[in-house]
T-cell receptor, first 114, second 108 residues
Framework: ETAVFQTPNYHVTQVGNEVSFNCKQTLGHDTMYWYKQDSKKLLKIMFSYNNKQLIVNETVPRRFSPQSSDKAHLNLRIKSVEPEDSAVYLC?????????????FGPGTRLLVL | GQQVQQSPASLVLQEGENAELQCNFSTSLNSMQWFYQRPGGSLVSLFYNPSGTKQSGRLTSTTVIKERRSSLHISSSQTTDSGTYLCAASSGSWQLIFGSGTQLTVMP
């Protein structure tokens, strides 16, 4: 049963455009995450939010920015996309955020930058 | 640095055969987790297994912290088991470090 929802499922855009991906979780978790999965299936964390506070910010380009209105939502905005941004972006959530509980993932948003 | 190495990269089995997937992680990591990803699908948590052995149906996960390794055993594989299996570990902070995945194909 899906409890982490992502939109859109798929997005095609051109270099330089701005895109925004949405994520909502209905699990009552207090920590949410964004991961990038490249063509080789390698998953790397980009951001995590705990109680609306950014607690992990990996060395991602500044054109990426997370946006959260409450603990159930964590959106990802990309200003001026680049070709290397083509990937699957996965949203996840967990309780307590200390990896003592498993993370639940959304279905992903596949981005293709032309 | 923090590393998670997963093997094999790919595995092809005949239906009914068993599979053994391995994950090795660096000393700064712990709290091993295993995930399954269907082709084009989202990640599904299989096990949160920081140490010891856990079983769920045909799946068994064993983590030996002292040896910095974790394994996922699939018995009597089925075609529906095909997909990507990912292990991940954490450093006790907020982030998971993922392995590169094992692409499993089970032939009928």
């Amino acid at each position: 049963e899906t409890a982490v929802f992502q939109t859109p499922n798929y997005h095609v855009t051109q270099v330089g455009n701005e895109v925004s991906f949405n994520c909502k979780q209905t699990l009552g978790h207090d920590t949410m995450y964004w991961y990038k999965q490249d063509s080789k299936k390698l998953l790397k964390i980009m951001f995590s939010y705990n109680n609306k506070q950014l607690i992990v910010n990996e060395t991602v380009p500044r054109r990426f920015s997370p946006q959260s209105s409450d603990k159930a939502h964590l959106n990802l905005r990309i200003k001026s996309v680049e070709p290397e941004d083509s990937a699957v972006y996965l949203c996840a959530s967990s309780t307590r955020g200390r990896n003592q509980d498993t993370q639940y993932f959304g279905p992903g948003t596949r981005l293709l930058v032309l | 640095g923090q590393q998670v190495q997963q093997s094999p990269a790919s595995l092809v089995l005949q239906e009914g055969e068993n599979a053994e997937l391995q994950c090795n992680f660096s000393t700064s990591l712990n709290s091993m987790q295993w995930f399954y990803q269907r082709p084009g699908g989202s990640l599904v948590s299989l096990f949160y297994n920081p140490s010891g052995t856990k079983q769920s149906g045909r799946l068994t996960s064993t983590t030996v912290i002292k040896e910095r390794r974790s394994s996922l055993h699939i018995s009597s594989s089925q075609t529906t088991d095909s997909g990507t299996y990912l292990c991940a570990a954490s450093s006790g902070s907020w982030q998971l470090i993922f392995g590169s995945g094992t692409q499993l194909t089970v032939m009928p």
